[in-house]
Protein backbone atom coordinates (compact mmCIF):
# COMPACT_ATOMS: atom_id res chain seq x y z
CA UNK A 1 0.00 0.00 0.00
CA UNK A 2 1.46 3.17 -1.36
CA UNK A 3 1.15 6.69 0.66
CA UNK A 4 1.76 10.36 0.17
CA UNK A 5 2.39 12.89 2.42
CA UNK A 6 0.76 15.76 2.61
CA UNK A 7 1.10 17.98 5.38
CA UNK A 8 1.14 15.83 8.69
CA UNK A 9 -1.09 13.48 7.62
CA UNK A 10 -0.42 10.64 4.98
CA UNK A 11 -2.93 9.55 1.93
CA UNK A 12 -3.41 6.57 0.11
CA UNK A 13 -5.42 4.95 -2.58
CA UNK A 14 -8.46 3.48 0.43
CA UNK A 15 -8.67 -0.53 0.25
CA UNK A 16 -12.13 -0.33 0.53
CA UNK A 17 -13.69 0.49 -1.82
CA UNK A 18 -12.50 1.02 -5.68
CA UNK A 19 -10.71 3.97 -5.20
CA UNK A 20 -9.30 5.64 -8.13
CA UNK A 21 -7.58 8.72 -6.37
CA UNK A 22 -6.20 8.98 -2.88
CA UNK A 23 -8.77 9.61 -0.08
CA UNK A 24 -8.07 7.27 2.84
CA UNK A 25 -6.28 9.93 5.16
CA UNK A 26 -3.54 8.43 7.55
CA UNK A 27 -3.42 10.90 11.11
CA UNK A 28 -0.58 10.76 13.57
CA UNK A 29 -1.57 10.14 17.49
CA UNK A 30 -2.66 13.59 18.94
CA UNK A 31 -0.52 14.45 22.04
CA UNK A 32 -3.47 14.24 24.58
CA UNK A 33 -5.78 13.30 21.94
CA UNK A 34 -6.61 11.12 19.27
CA UNK A 35 -4.69 7.96 18.78
CA UNK A 36 -2.87 7.19 15.03
CA UNK A 37 -6.14 6.32 13.30
CA UNK A 38 -7.56 6.07 9.33
CA UNK A 39 -10.33 7.68 7.72
CA UNK A 40 -11.67 7.84 4.46
CA UNK A 41 -14.19 11.18 3.45
CA UNK A 42 -15.59 8.91 0.18
CA UNK A 43 -16.72 5.68 1.94
CA UNK A 44 -16.49 5.95 5.84
CA UNK A 45 -14.06 3.63 6.39
CA UNK A 46 -12.09 3.97 9.59
CA UNK A 47 -10.38 2.63 12.21
CA UNK A 48 -6.96 2.30 13.52
CA UNK A 49 -3.11 0.85 12.64
CA UNK A 50 -4.97 -2.59 13.84
CA UNK A 51 -8.04 -2.48 11.52
CA UNK A 52 -6.22 -1.29 8.35
CA UNK A 53 -2.96 -4.04 8.63
CA UNK A 54 -6.26 -6.36 8.80
CA UNK A 55 -7.99 -5.34 5.70
CA UNK A 56 -4.75 -4.37 3.59
CA UNK A 57 -3.33 -8.02 4.03
CA UNK A 58 -6.09 -10.01 4.95
CA UNK A 59 -4.86 -11.38 8.65
CA UNK A 60 -6.81 -11.73 11.28
CA UNK A 61 -6.44 -9.83 14.99
CA UNK A 62 -3.24 -11.25 16.09
CA UNK A 63 -1.24 -11.76 13.03
CA UNK A 64 -2.25 -7.82 12.45
CA UNK A 65 -0.35 -7.09 15.84
CA UNK A 66 2.33 -9.36 14.74
CA UNK A 67 3.17 -7.93 11.50
CA UNK A 68 3.16 -4.38 13.17
CA UNK A 69 5.44 -5.57 15.97
CA UNK A 70 7.94 -6.81 12.90
CA UNK A 71 7.54 -4.22 10.83
CA UNK A 72 7.83 -0.73 13.45
CA UNK A 73 9.74 -2.62 16.15
CA UNK A 74 6.96 -1.71 18.59
CA UNK A 75 6.63 -4.51 21.42
CA UNK A 76 2.94 -6.04 21.66
CA UNK A 77 0.91 -5.71 24.05
CA UNK A 78 0.79 -9.45 25.41
CA UNK A 79 -1.89 -10.17 28.62
CA UNK A 80 -5.14 -8.95 29.48
CA UNK A 81 -5.48 -5.54 27.39
CA UNK A 82 -5.25 -7.64 24.24
CA UNK A 83 -7.14 -10.55 25.56
CA UNK A 84 -9.81 -8.31 26.83
CA UNK A 85 -9.84 -6.85 22.92
CA UNK A 86 -10.18 -10.14 21.34
CA UNK A 87 -13.32 -11.02 24.08
CA UNK A 88 -15.32 -7.91 23.07
CA UNK A 89 -14.73 -8.59 19.55
CA UNK A 90 -16.04 -12.12 19.67
CA UNK A 91 -18.99 -11.47 21.87
CA UNK A 92 -19.72 -8.36 19.93
CA UNK A 93 -19.85 -10.84 16.41
CA UNK A 94 -21.67 -14.16 18.75
CA UNK A 95 -24.74 -11.27 19.50
CA UNK A 96 -24.75 -10.52 15.79
CA UNK A 97 -24.83 -13.95 14.77
CA UNK A 98 -27.28 -14.78 17.09
CA UNK A 99 -29.22 -11.86 15.75
CA UNK A 100 -29.21 -12.79 12.10
CA UNK A 101 -30.00 -16.43 13.29
CA UNK A 102 -32.83 -15.35 14.57
CA UNK A 103 -33.87 -13.23 12.01
CA UNK A 104 -33.05 -15.58 9.05
CA UNK A 105 -34.35 -18.55 11.04
CA UNK A 106 -37.16 -20.62 8.41
CA UNK A 107 -40.47 -21.21 11.43
CA UNK A 108 -42.24 -22.92 9.44
CA UNK A 109 -39.55 -25.60 8.10
CA UNK A 110 -38.21 -25.70 11.63
CA UNK A 111 -41.87 -27.28 12.22
CA UNK A 112 -41.66 -29.25 9.58
CA UNK A 113 -38.22 -31.02 10.25
CA UNK A 114 -39.31 -31.24 13.69
CA UNK A 115 -42.58 -33.10 13.11
CA UNK A 116 -40.81 -35.47 10.37
CA UNK A 117 -38.18 -36.37 13.24
CA UNK A 118 -40.67 -36.38 16.10
CA UNK A 119 -39.38 -33.99 18.03
CA UNK A 120 -41.58 -31.19 20.49
CA UNK A 121 -40.58 -27.81 18.43
CA UNK A 122 -40.81 -25.35 21.36
CA UNK A 123 -38.54 -27.76 23.33
CA UNK A 124 -35.88 -27.73 20.32
CA UNK A 125 -36.49 -23.94 19.81
CA UNK A 126 -35.69 -23.36 23.59
CA UNK A 127 -32.89 -25.05 23.02
CA UNK A 128 -31.31 -22.16 20.64
CA UNK A 129 -31.65 -24.39 17.46
CA UNK A 130 -32.61 -22.27 14.46
CA UNK A 131 -33.45 -23.33 10.54
CA UNK A 132 -31.42 -21.55 8.71
CA UNK A 133 -31.81 -22.04 4.66
CA UNK A 134 -29.87 -19.54 3.40
CA UNK A 135 -26.69 -17.46 3.92
CA UNK A 136 -27.38 -14.59 6.63
CA UNK A 137 -24.38 -13.22 8.26
CA UNK A 138 -22.52 -12.00 5.15
CA UNK A 139 -25.41 -10.44 3.28
CA UNK A 140 -26.15 -8.60 6.54
CA UNK A 141 -22.75 -7.53 7.13
CA UNK A 142 -22.89 -6.14 3.45
CA UNK A 143 -25.28 -3.69 4.77
CA UNK A 144 -23.87 -2.00 7.33
CA UNK A 145 -21.57 0.65 7.48
CA UNK A 146 -17.90 0.19 6.84
CA UNK A 147 -16.78 1.00 10.45
CA UNK A 148 -19.36 -1.81 12.03
CA UNK A 149 -17.98 -4.20 9.64
CA UNK A 150 -15.20 -4.23 10.22
CA UNK A 151 -15.44 -4.60 14.03
CA UNK A 152 -17.18 -7.71 13.50
CA UNK A 153 -15.49 -9.59 10.52
CA UNK A 154 -12.60 -10.28 12.91
CA UNK A 155 -15.23 -11.66 15.83
CA UNK A 156 -17.22 -13.93 12.79
CA UNK A 157 -13.97 -15.26 11.51
CA UNK A 158 -12.80 -16.36 14.58
CA UNK A 159 -15.65 -17.88 15.49
CA UNK A 160 -15.88 -20.12 12.55
CA UNK A 161 -19.09 -18.66 11.19
CA UNK A 162 -17.62 -17.17 8.30
CA UNK A 163 -15.15 -17.81 6.49
CA UNK A 164 -12.67 -16.28 4.27
CA UNK A 165 -12.55 -16.97 0.11
CA UNK A 166 -9.83 -15.12 -1.26
CA UNK A 167 -6.22 -15.10 -0.61
CA UNK A 168 -4.96 -11.59 1.35
CA UNK A 169 -3.03 -10.75 -2.46
CA UNK A 170 -6.90 -10.35 -4.30
CA UNK A 171 -8.58 -8.31 -1.27
CA UNK A 172 -7.35 -5.03 -1.95
CA UNK A 173 -10.16 -3.52 -3.87
CA UNK A 174 -12.69 -5.76 -3.28
CA UNK A 175 -13.77 -4.53 -0.24
CA UNK A 176 -17.37 -3.42 -1.49
CA UNK A 177 -17.94 -6.73 -2.83
CA UNK A 178 -18.19 -9.02 0.78
CA UNK A 179 -19.57 -11.84 -1.12
CA UNK A 180 -16.57 -12.48 -3.30
CA UNK A 181 -14.25 -12.42 -0.07
CA UNK A 182 -16.51 -14.17 2.69
CA UNK A 183 -18.85 -16.93 3.22
CA UNK A 184 -21.09 -18.12 5.61
CA UNK A 185 -20.08 -20.92 7.04
CA UNK A 186 -23.45 -22.77 7.56
CA UNK A 187 -24.65 -21.69 4.31
CA UNK A 188 -26.47 -25.11 2.60
CA UNK A 189 -29.64 -24.98 4.30
CA UNK A 190 -29.04 -26.27 8.20
CA UNK A 191 -30.47 -26.75 11.61
CA UNK A 192 -27.96 -24.28 13.77
CA UNK A 193 -27.37 -25.94 17.26
CA UNK A 194 -25.17 -23.77 19.70
CA UNK A 195 -22.93 -25.57 22.13
CA UNK A 196 -22.31 -24.37 25.60
CA UNK A 197 -19.75 -24.63 27.85
CA UNK A 198 -19.04 -23.50 31.61
CA UNK A 199 -16.90 -21.26 33.38
CA UNK A 200 -17.30 -19.11 36.82
CA UNK A 201 -19.82 -16.76 35.27
CA UNK A 202 -22.02 -19.51 33.84
CA UNK A 203 -22.63 -21.04 30.46
CA UNK A 204 -22.10 -19.23 27.44
CA UNK A 205 -21.31 -20.55 23.61
CA UNK A 206 -18.26 -22.04 22.81
CA UNK A 207 -19.55 -23.19 19.45
CA UNK A 208 -21.93 -24.15 16.60
CA UNK A 209 -22.86 -27.63 14.74
CA UNK A 210 -25.08 -27.14 11.58
CA UNK A 211 -27.27 -30.25 10.86
CA UNK A 212 -28.10 -30.64 6.88
CA UNK A 213 -32.02 -30.40 6.61
CA UNK A 214 -32.45 -32.38 3.83
CA UNK A 215 -29.66 -35.42 3.85
CA UNK A 216 -27.40 -35.46 1.13
CA UNK A 217 -28.33 -38.76 -1.52
CA UNK A 218 -24.84 -38.39 -2.62
CA UNK A 219 -22.80 -38.38 0.43
CA UNK A 220 -21.57 -34.88 -1.20
CA UNK A 221 -22.59 -32.72 1.68
CA UNK A 222 -21.73 -33.69 5.17
CA UNK A 223 -24.70 -34.69 7.59
CA UNK A 224 -22.87 -32.24 10.56
CA UNK A 225 -20.71 -29.46 10.60
CA UNK A 226 -19.40 -27.71 13.34
CA UNK A 227 -17.66 -24.57 13.20
CA UNK A 228 -13.85 -24.71 12.35
CA UNK A 229 -11.81 -24.49 15.83
CA UNK A 230 -14.13 -25.57 18.29
CA UNK A 231 -12.37 -27.81 20.34
CA UNK A 232 -15.30 -30.71 21.28
CA UNK A 233 -12.84 -32.98 23.10
CA UNK A 234 -13.37 -30.43 25.31
CA UNK A 235 -17.36 -30.06 26.27
CA UNK A 236 -20.17 -32.27 26.47
CA UNK A 237 -23.15 -31.12 24.60
CA UNK A 238 -26.26 -30.66 26.66
CA UNK A 239 -24.18 -30.54 29.87
CA UNK A 240 -25.23 -26.87 31.11
CA UNK A 241 -28.95 -28.40 31.67
CA UNK A 242 -27.86 -32.42 32.33
CA UNK A 243 -25.21 -31.37 34.85
CA UNK A 244 -27.49 -28.91 37.74
CA UNK A 245 -30.84 -31.30 37.26
CA UNK A 246 -27.98 -34.86 38.31
CA UNK A 247 -26.47 -32.60 41.26
CA UNK A 248 -30.06 -31.23 42.26
CA UNK A 249 -31.75 -34.42 42.60
CA UNK A 250 -28.04 -36.18 44.26
CA UNK A 251 -28.39 -33.10 47.11
CA UNK A 252 -31.58 -33.90 47.47
CA UNK A 253 -30.66 -38.13 48.15
CA UNK A 254 -31.63 -39.12 45.36
CA UNK A 255 -30.27 -41.33 42.83
CA UNK A 256 -29.30 -39.96 39.30
CA UNK A 257 -28.33 -41.38 36.05
CA UNK A 258 -26.93 -39.41 33.39
CA UNK A 259 -26.53 -40.78 29.71
CA UNK A 260 -23.55 -40.73 27.83
CA UNK A 261 -24.58 -40.25 23.88
CA UNK A 262 -22.52 -39.95 20.50
CA UNK A 263 -24.55 -36.92 18.79
CA UNK A 264 -26.55 -33.79 19.85
CA UNK A 265 -30.43 -35.29 18.35
CA UNK A 266 -29.74 -38.29 20.66
CA UNK A 267 -29.24 -36.46 23.94
CA UNK A 268 -32.00 -34.14 22.76
CA UNK A 269 -34.33 -37.18 22.67
CA UNK A 270 -33.26 -38.29 26.10
CA UNK A 271 -33.95 -34.78 27.08
CA UNK A 272 -37.12 -34.97 25.69
CA UNK A 273 -38.20 -38.27 27.49
CA UNK A 274 -37.42 -36.85 31.13
CA UNK A 275 -33.38 -38.42 31.00
CA UNK A 276 -30.24 -36.27 31.24
CA UNK A 277 -27.93 -36.90 28.24
CA UNK A 278 -24.71 -35.70 27.19
CA UNK A 279 -23.12 -36.07 23.60
CA UNK A 280 -19.49 -36.40 23.37
CA UNK A 281 -20.25 -35.35 19.57
CA UNK A 282 -18.31 -38.30 18.63
CA UNK A 283 -17.38 -41.85 20.04
CA UNK A 284 -14.46 -40.40 22.09
CA UNK A 285 -13.82 -38.96 25.21
CA UNK A 286 -11.60 -36.43 25.13
CA UNK A 287 -9.66 -34.97 28.42
CA UNK A 288 -11.42 -32.09 28.75
CA UNK A 289 -14.63 -34.46 28.78
CA UNK A 290 -13.67 -36.57 31.27
CA UNK A 291 -12.42 -33.81 33.59
CA UNK A 292 -16.19 -32.42 33.22
CA UNK A 293 -17.86 -35.73 34.77
CA UNK A 294 -15.00 -36.35 37.29
CA UNK A 295 -16.18 -32.27 38.73
CA UNK A 296 -19.94 -33.46 38.39
CA UNK A 297 -18.75 -36.84 40.62
CA UNK A 298 -16.65 -34.73 43.12
CA UNK A 299 -20.06 -32.42 43.63
CA UNK A 300 -21.59 -35.70 44.77
CA UNK A 301 -22.52 -34.41 48.72
CA UNK A 302 -22.74 -37.90 49.44
CA UNK A 303 -19.89 -40.77 49.16
CA UNK A 304 -22.13 -43.35 48.66
CA UNK A 305 -22.71 -44.44 44.81
CA UNK A 306 -25.79 -42.39 44.02
CA UNK A 307 -24.52 -41.47 40.62
CA UNK A 308 -24.96 -43.76 37.13
CA UNK A 309 -23.01 -43.39 34.54
CA UNK A 310 -24.72 -45.33 31.33
CA UNK A 311 -23.23 -45.65 28.39
CA UNK A 312 -25.52 -45.63 25.48
CA UNK A 313 -23.91 -45.11 21.64
CA UNK A 314 -24.74 -45.82 18.67
CA UNK A 315 -25.88 -49.81 17.36
CA UNK A 316 -23.05 -50.34 14.79
CA UNK A 317 -19.83 -51.47 15.13
CA UNK A 318 -18.22 -47.93 15.95
CA UNK A 319 -20.51 -47.20 18.58
CA UNK A 320 -19.01 -50.49 19.98
CA UNK A 321 -15.91 -49.68 19.87
CA UNK A 322 -16.10 -46.42 21.57
CA UNK A 323 -18.11 -47.96 24.13
CA UNK A 324 -15.66 -50.19 24.94
CA UNK A 325 -12.54 -47.00 24.73
CA UNK A 326 -15.34 -45.59 27.34
CA UNK A 327 -15.54 -48.14 29.86
CA UNK A 328 -12.15 -48.39 30.02
CA UNK A 329 -11.34 -44.57 30.85
CA UNK A 330 -14.40 -44.68 33.30
CA UNK A 331 -13.92 -47.56 35.18
CA UNK A 332 -11.32 -45.82 37.94
CA UNK A 333 -13.96 -43.06 38.95
CA UNK A 334 -14.73 -43.24 41.84
CA UNK A 335 -18.06 -42.30 43.01
CA UNK A 336 -20.06 -43.90 40.02
CA UNK A 337 -21.74 -47.02 39.43
CA UNK A 338 -20.87 -47.64 35.44
CA UNK A 339 -23.46 -49.26 33.06
CA UNK A 340 -24.03 -50.00 29.32
CA UNK A 341 -27.56 -49.90 27.42
CA UNK A 342 -26.09 -52.94 25.35
CA UNK A 343 -29.34 -53.31 22.90
CA UNK A 344 -28.56 -56.06 20.66
CA UNK A 345 -28.74 -54.73 17.62
CA UNK A 346 -27.53 -57.39 15.26
CA UNK A 347 -30.27 -59.98 16.63
CA UNK A 348 -32.79 -56.73 16.90
CA UNK A 349 -32.17 -54.64 13.87
CA UNK A 350 -35.08 -53.00 14.11
CA UNK A 351 -34.42 -51.85 17.52
CA UNK A 352 -32.67 -48.90 15.89
CA UNK A 353 -29.56 -47.59 14.85
CA UNK A 354 -28.85 -44.81 18.05
CA UNK A 355 -30.52 -43.56 21.00
CA UNK A 356 -32.58 -41.06 18.98
CA UNK A 357 -34.40 -43.44 16.62
CA UNK A 358 -34.79 -46.51 19.31
CA UNK A 359 -36.68 -44.31 21.84
CA UNK A 360 -38.63 -42.33 18.97
CA UNK A 361 -41.43 -44.56 19.57
CA UNK A 362 -41.30 -43.97 22.89
CA UNK A 363 -44.31 -41.13 24.55
CA UNK A 364 -43.32 -40.81 28.20
CA UNK A 365 -40.97 -40.72 30.53
CA UNK A 366 -42.06 -43.55 32.60
CA UNK A 367 -41.88 -45.51 29.26
CA UNK A 368 -37.85 -44.83 28.38
CA UNK A 369 -37.00 -45.76 31.94
CA UNK A 370 -38.85 -49.10 31.11
CA UNK A 371 -36.86 -49.22 27.61
CA UNK A 372 -33.43 -48.12 29.14
CA UNK A 373 -33.50 -50.79 31.80
CA UNK A 374 -34.75 -53.65 29.65
CA UNK A 375 -31.13 -53.24 27.86
CA UNK A 376 -29.30 -52.03 30.94
CA UNK A 377 -26.01 -54.18 31.31
CA UNK A 378 -22.82 -53.59 34.10
CA UNK A 379 -20.31 -51.41 31.74
CA UNK A 380 -17.89 -54.77 32.22
CA UNK A 381 -20.52 -56.42 29.92
CA UNK A 382 -18.54 -54.48 27.36
CA UNK A 383 -15.33 -56.06 28.14
CA UNK A 384 -16.57 -59.69 27.97
CA UNK A 385 -18.59 -59.13 24.48
CA UNK A 386 -15.39 -57.53 22.93
CA UNK A 387 -13.15 -60.38 24.18
CA UNK A 388 -15.12 -62.93 21.96
CA UNK A 389 -15.04 -60.41 19.22
CA UNK A 390 -18.72 -59.42 19.33
CA UNK A 391 -19.78 -55.84 18.68
CA UNK A 392 -22.88 -55.85 20.67
CA UNK A 393 -24.36 -57.50 23.77
CA UNK A 394 -26.00 -60.59 21.96
CA UNK A 395 -23.30 -62.34 22.06
CA UNK A 396 -22.89 -62.45 26.12
CA UNK A 397 -26.99 -63.23 26.25
CA UNK A 398 -27.25 -66.66 27.75
CA UNK A 399 -28.04 -68.79 24.35
CA UNK A 400 -25.08 -67.37 22.47
CA UNK A 401 -22.23 -67.56 25.41
CA UNK A 402 -23.14 -71.05 26.26
CA UNK A 403 -23.02 -72.07 22.45
CA UNK A 404 -19.32 -70.47 22.48
CA UNK A 405 -16.48 -73.19 23.20
CA UNK A 406 -15.49 -73.63 26.79
CA UNK A 407 -11.51 -72.46 25.68
CA UNK A 408 -12.93 -69.24 23.97
CA UNK A 409 -15.19 -68.01 27.10
CA UNK A 410 -12.26 -68.36 29.45
CA UNK A 411 -9.79 -66.55 27.42
CA UNK A 412 -12.57 -63.80 27.40
CA UNK A 413 -13.36 -63.80 30.63
CA UNK A 414 -9.81 -63.95 32.07
CA UNK A 415 -8.98 -61.12 29.17
CA UNK A 416 -11.70 -59.02 30.50
CA UNK A 417 -10.90 -59.33 34.00
CA UNK A 418 -7.47 -58.21 33.60
CA UNK A 419 -8.85 -54.98 32.05
CA UNK A 420 -11.12 -54.35 35.01
CA UNK A 421 -7.98 -54.71 37.54
CA UNK A 422 -5.94 -52.27 35.29
CA UNK A 423 -8.53 -49.50 34.52
CA UNK A 424 -10.39 -49.84 37.92
CA UNK A 425 -6.79 -48.83 39.11
CA UNK A 426 -6.85 -48.93 43.09
CA UNK A 427 -10.21 -48.40 43.40
CA UNK A 428 -12.24 -51.31 45.63
CA UNK A 429 -13.66 -54.03 43.05
CA UNK A 430 -16.74 -53.97 45.20
CA UNK A 431 -19.13 -51.91 43.38
CA UNK A 432 -18.01 -54.39 40.27
CA UNK A 433 -19.01 -57.18 42.20
CA UNK A 434 -22.27 -55.71 43.55
CA UNK A 435 -23.22 -54.74 39.76
CA UNK A 436 -22.17 -58.53 38.39
CA UNK A 437 -23.80 -60.12 41.41
CA UNK A 438 -27.09 -58.13 40.34
CA UNK A 439 -27.39 -59.80 37.29
CA UNK A 440 -29.07 -63.04 36.53
CA UNK A 441 -26.45 -64.13 33.77
CA UNK A 442 -24.22 -66.83 33.11
CA UNK A 443 -21.34 -64.38 31.72
CA UNK A 444 -21.89 -62.15 34.75
CA UNK A 445 -21.71 -65.32 37.04
CA UNK A 446 -18.53 -66.73 35.16
CA UNK A 447 -16.93 -62.83 35.55
CA UNK A 448 -17.29 -62.77 39.59
CA UNK A 449 -15.97 -66.37 39.95
CA UNK A 450 -13.03 -64.89 37.75
CA UNK A 451 -11.99 -61.59 39.55
CA UNK A 452 -12.77 -63.30 43.35
CA UNK A 453 -9.69 -65.94 42.28
CA UNK A 454 -11.43 -68.62 41.03
CA UNK A 455 -11.49 -70.50 37.73
CA UNK A 456 -14.63 -69.71 35.31
CA UNK A 457 -15.85 -72.68 34.13
CA UNK A 458 -17.03 -74.63 37.25
CA UNK A 459 -20.75 -74.76 35.65
CA UNK A 460 -22.91 -72.29 37.53
CA UNK A 461 -26.47 -72.50 38.61
CA UNK A 462 -27.82 -70.32 35.57
CA UNK A 463 -25.77 -72.52 33.06
CA UNK A 464 -27.47 -75.45 34.73
CA UNK A 465 -30.65 -74.28 34.41
CA UNK A 466 -30.24 -73.13 30.23
CA UNK A 467 -28.90 -76.25 29.51
CA UNK A 468 -31.40 -78.42 31.12
CA UNK A 469 -34.60 -76.42 29.50
CA UNK A 470 -32.38 -77.36 26.19
CA UNK A 471 -32.48 -80.89 27.34
CA UNK A 472 -36.14 -81.04 27.63
CA UNK A 473 -36.81 -79.34 24.70
CA UNK A 474 -35.14 -81.65 22.61
CA UNK A 475 -36.88 -84.51 24.31
CA UNK A 476 -40.02 -86.12 22.24
CA UNK A 477 -43.53 -85.24 23.45
CA UNK A 478 -45.48 -88.29 25.18
CA UNK A 479 -48.07 -87.38 22.89
CA UNK A 480 -46.33 -89.12 19.73
Known amino acids: ?45 HGNAIDLVKEVNGYDFSASVDWLARNF ?22 DFAL ?14 WCSSRGFDHDLLKEKGLRLVGAPVLVPALQKLP ?11 LELGLIRRLRPSAFVAQLKLKLGEQYQDYFRDGRVVIPVYGSDRQGSKIVGFAGRLVADSLDGAAAKYMLTPGFKKSNYLFNAESAFPKIVEELKDGQPSTLYLVEGFLDALRLEARGQKAVALMGTSLGEGQFQQLAALVSASPSKATSLT ?3 FL ?58 LNTYELPAEGILVAGSVGGKDSSVIQDGSWTELPPIARERALHRA ?4 RKFTGKRSLDITFDRLSGLDSIWAEELLRVLRGGGAMTTPKREVEVIFKGYMKGLPSRET
Not at 79 to 88: A, W
Not at 146 to 156: A, F, K, N, V
Not at 351 to 367: F, R, W, Y
Open 1 to 45: MKAERRGHQLRALCPFHQDSRPSLNIYPPEKGGAPAHFHCFSCGA
Open 99 to 112: RQFEVGHDAAGFRN
Open 73 to 94: GIQPAHGDSQSRERQVQKVSAL
Open 314 to 371: DNDPAGFDGSDRLARDLLGLIGTDLRWIGAPWRNLPEIGKDPDSCLLGVNDTAGAKIW
Open 146 to 156: IGERIELLDGL
Open 309 to 311: IAI
Open 417 to 420: AVAI
